[in-house]
């Protein structure tokens, strides 16, 4: 394992964080963190 947030140590994770975020949080309009908690479950 290499340092902190090395994104080669952990580049499936990274990438589904990274994916998460930008594909999903930036796009899709979230009132609450009740309703992100929800839509992320399904």
């Known amino acids: 394992m290499g340092d902190v947030g090395a994104c080669w140590d ?3 994770v990274e ?6 975020k930008h594909d999903w ?4 309009a979230q009132p ?3 309703h992100m908690k ?3 479950a399904l």
Request: proline share 0%.
């Open 15 to 20: 990438r589904f964080f990274g994916s998460l």
């Open 38 to 40: 929800k839509d992320v």
């Open 25 to 28: 949080i930036f796009k899709i």
């Open 32 to 34: 609450t963190r009740e």
């Open 10 to 12: 952990n580049a499936v």
